[in-house]
T-cell receptor
Framework: SQTIHQWPATLVQPVGSPLSLECTVE??????LYWYRQAAGRGLQLLFY??????ISSEVPQNLSASRPQDRQFILSSKKLLLSDSGFYLC?????????????FGSGTQLSVL | DAKTTQPNSMESNEEEPVHLPCNHS???????IHWYRQLPSQGPEYVIH???SNVNNRMASLAIAEDRKSSTLILHRATLRDAAVYYC????????????FGKGTLLTVNP
């Protein structure tokens, strides 16, 4: 069966520090991978998605970047965190395309930038 | 993805059925209607999806209006564990890999 691992579960970082969040998927090949962010009390915002190794699409201009060095690994990074980067970060995967495609989410990372 | 409209919040009592509405008047003929839910401090989880016919699974039922401009997620017997934010999404196909989540409906279940 497929599983998604996302870590760490919580993270407190000072403003200006770097960030690296990692997500890995097991039990599937060539998944579509996604990074979402949820600010406190708000909906989910799609940040990045990837349909293959080295293929990254960014949805919104921001202080963050994403990379996919391996088929089932997706990394979210920042060189210098801002206060506004605080939020709940979620990695997700799916297989296939089309309007019946389903997403499966990780357990999330709660990031607090102080 | 098609624009959807949901009530901000709803309340139910335990053991009673819950009907969560969603309007999607701009949905195209090939857009599936997806429902996800998000429990507190967790990532969203898939609940159900459908195109034209009503759908049932172990979690819920999805009733889709004949004109497809609205749908209703039905929880047959609400439990305290069903308290969550429920998202209705009109999912486009083709090369559209993006699933857009709105603010959803916050369901409160009273004991």
């Amino acid at each position: 069966s497929q599983t998604i691992h996302q870590w760490p579960a919580t993270l407190v970082q000072p403003v200006g520090s770097p960030l690296s969040l990692e997500c890995t998927v097991e039990g599937t090949s060539n998944p579509n991978l996604y990074w979402y962010r949820q600010a406190a009390g708000r909906g989910l915002q799609l940040l990045f998605y990837s349909v293959g190794i080295g293929q990254i699409s960014s949805e919104v201009p921001q202080n963050l970047s994403a990379s996919r060095p391996q088929d089932r690994q997706f990394i979210l990074s920042s060189k210098k965190l801002l206060l506004s980067d605080s939020g709940f970060y979620l990695c997700a995967w799916s297989v296939g395309t089309g309007s019946s495609e389903k997403l499966f989410f990780g357990s999330g990372t709660q990031l607090s930038v102080l | 993805d098609a624009k959807t409209t949901q009530p901000n919040s709803m309340e139910s009592n335990e053991e009673e059925p819950v009907h969560l509405p969603c309007n999607h008047s701009t949905i195209s003929g090939t857009d599936y209607i997806h429902w996800y839910r998000q429990l507190p401090s967790q990532g969203p989880e898939y609940v159900i999806h459908g195109l034209t016919s009503n759908v049932n699974n172990r979690m819920a039922s999805l009733a889709i209006a004949e004109d497809r401009k609205s749908s209703t997620l039905i929880l047959h017997r609400a439990t305290l564990r069903d308290a969550a934010v429920y998202y209705c999404i009109g999912r486009g196909g083709g090369s559209n890999y993006k699933l857009t989540f709105g603010k959803g409906t916050l369901l409160t279940v009273n004991p």
